[in-house]
Structure formats: structure tokens, C-alpha cells
């Protein structure tokens, strides 16, 4: 009976999910098929999720346009320096605010806890104008060091350093250990749940943006996969196609997409850690 109703509710599970999935199985049936067949292709036949006839032909067309591998590499650089700057910012903070007694904590968490209700494009101005002072537009570095500093990130390890037991580290005080110590050789391991998580979240963060690389970055040699891609696609829509569309989209979603399914295990223990730990 218990197997039985396993089966019935997956069953009806599957069904929303499937739904919620059908855009993106289009996306990527559209992405196969050829141009001149999707041309010729009306709103009265309509576009099935089964490509026919299937073609490599929107993708080879896309990896050969000079500049896209120039682009995954700055969303690589982007994202990996902005998810690593972020993990030593928030780690470090988080466990400051969490577990070391200085003047004025309480007046630094109220102002963390306040960007948190500060939308980013809020503060695009000032950073732009800041930024352009200093010459850096066009560049990595202005890409990745405007969000290093991310209120969510310590606000995240700082609740996370709060649930871990007072006795371990009291015991390691006992033992002569200095904070420092305690924080790289206890409190980083037992944390390794939620730096996953807040590594994971930012990597997709960064690989997603849009918003601040158009901001920033006007030269094409430095446009991140999202915004070289969105570049590209007024040109496939006026001449190449809908499929050369879709094979863009594809292209800048697949890395994500297998990202989060290699560590999803980790993404729902850390969740779920966090949600017992209240």
C-alpha cells in the first residue's frame, strides 16, 4: 500500500513538473532543427519537441564565431573570481560577527542586515561613477569586484557560525588555540555544507548576470557569455534564424544546469542543516 501511494504521488508530481519543463524542451528541440525548415514552419503546423530533421548545424555556427570562446572564458574568470571573493569576505565576517565580541557589532549587523533591503541597481551610479574614475571599466576586475561584498553571503555564514556548539570552541581555546586557528582548522570544515551552497548560489549568480556587464563592459573582447550571446541574437532573429537563438540559449544555460545537478545533494543538505538548526 505505502509503494503503492510512492508511485500515485510521483506519478502526479511528474506532471507539473513536466509542464514547467516544457519551454526549455522546446528551447532545446528548436535549437536542432534547421533554419529554412523553422522559416518555412507555420503557426498552423506548429513546432514539435521531437527536432526533425536534426542538425548540428546552429551550434557549429555559434562555436565558430570568433568571439564566443572568448566570452565562456570571461564568464569563467568572472564567475570563479567573484565566487571566490565572495566565499573569503563572507566567511570571514560571518564568523567576526558570529563569534568575536568588538565595538559597534550590533551597529555592523544592523547595516549588513540593511543592504539586504537595497535592490543592486540602486547602486549602479555610484559604482559606474566609481568605477570610471578609476579607469577599470572594460575590464575582469570591474566585473567581479563590485559584487565580492555580498550582504546575503556573510548574513549566511553568520547564522551558520551561531548554530555550530560554543563547547568546541571552547575546547579549542582551552588547547591554546588562537582564533585564527579556530576558525581555518574547526569552523571552515564543520561549515562546509553552507560554503558549498553560497559558492554554488554565486557561481550561477555571476554566470547569469546581465545587468552590471552591460553597464560596465562596452567592448565585445570583454562580454561574459550572457551579454555576448544577447548581443548576437538581434543579428540571428534579422538573418540566421530561430535556431540560432535557441543553441545560444542553450549554450549559456548548459554549464549551470550541470553544475547545480553535480551538487545538488549539497545545495539540499546545507538547506535543509540551516532549517533545523531554526
Given at each position: 500500500m505505502r509503494?503503492?501511494?510512492?508511485?500515485?504521488?510521483?506519478?502526479?508530481?511528474?506532471?507539473?513538473?513536466?509542464?514547467?519543463?516544457?519551454?526549455?524542451?522546446?528551447?532545446?528541440?528548436l535549437s536542432f532543427q534547421p533554419n529554412d525548415v523553422l522559416a518555412r514552419t507555420t503557426s498552423s503546423t506548429g513546432l514539435g519537441l521531437i527536432p526533425f530533421p536534426f542538425t548540428f548545424e546552429n551550434y557549429w555556427a555559434l562555436i565558430s564565431y570568433g568571439k564566443t570562446p572568448q566570452w565562456f572564458l570571461n564568464s569563467l574568470l568572472v564567475a570563479g573570481g567573484m565566487t571566490l571573493g565572495v566565499l573569503v569576505v563572507s566567511t570571514t565576517a560571518g564568523f567576526a560577527l558570529a563569534r568575536l565580541k568588538f565595538p559597534y557589532k550590533r551597529i555592523v549587523i544592523f547595516v549588513c542586515l540593511l543592504g539586504l533591503m537595497i535592490p543592486e541597481q540602486a547602486v549602479f551610479l555610484p559604482l559606474y561613477i566609481?568605477?570610471?574614475?578609476?579607469?577599470?571599466?572594460?575590464?575582469l576586475p570591474s566585473l567581479i569586484l563590485p559584487r565580492i561584498a555580498v550582504p546575503i553571503?556573510?548574513?549566511?555564514?553568520?547564522?551558520?557560525?551561531?548554530?555550530?556548539?560554543?563547547?568546541?570552541?571552547?575546547?579549542?581555546?582551552m588547547e591554546g588555540a588562537g582564533w585564527?586557528?579556530?576558525?581555518?582548522?574547526?569552523?571552515?570544515?564543520?561549515?562546509?555544507?553552507?560554503?558549498?551552497?553560497?559558492?554554488?548560489?554565486?557561481?550561477?549568480?555571476?554566470?547569469?548576470?546581465?545587468?552590471?556587464?552591460?553597464?560596465?563592459?562596452?567592448?565585445?573582447?570583454?562580454?561574459?557569455?550572457?551579454?555576448?550571446?544577447?548581443?548576437?541574437?538581434?543579428?540571428?532573429?534579422?538573418?540566421?534564424?530561430?535556431?540560432?537563438?535557441?543553441?545560444?540559449?542553450?549554450?549559456a544555460s548548459l554549464p549551470i544546469v550541470i553544475l547545480f545537478l553535480i551538487f545538488q545533494r549539497h545545495v539540499v543538505q546545507a538547506l535543509s542543516l540551516g532549517g533545523s538548526k531554526g
Open positions: 509503494r503503492s501511494n510512492q508511485f500515485w504521488l510521483i506519478i502526479l508530481l511528474s506532471v507539473p513538473a513536466f509542464i514547467w519543463s516544457i519551454p526549455t524542451l522546446w528551447m532545446l528541440s566609481m568605477f570610471a574614475d578609476f579607469g577599470w571599466h572594460n575590464s553571503g556573510v548574513f549566511l555564514m553568520m547564522q551558520f557560525f551561531r548554530g555550530t556548539p560554543k563547547e568546541i570552541i571552547e575546547a579549542a581555546k585564527l586557528q579556530v576558525f581555518w582548522h574547526i569552523m571552515l570544515p564543520l561549515s562546509r555544507p553552507a560554503i558549498t551552497t553560497l559558492a554554488i548560489l554565486t557561481f550561477l549568480y555571476a554566470w547569469n548576470d546581465y545587468l552590471w556587464p552591460l553597464v560596465s563592459a562596452q567592448r565585445p573582447e570583454v562580454f561574459t557569455v550572457t551579454l555576448g550571446l544577447a548581443s548576437l541574437q538581434s543579428n540571428f532573429a534579422q538573418s540566421e534564424g530561430l535556431g540560432r537563438i535557441m543553441a545560444s540559449g542553450v549554450t
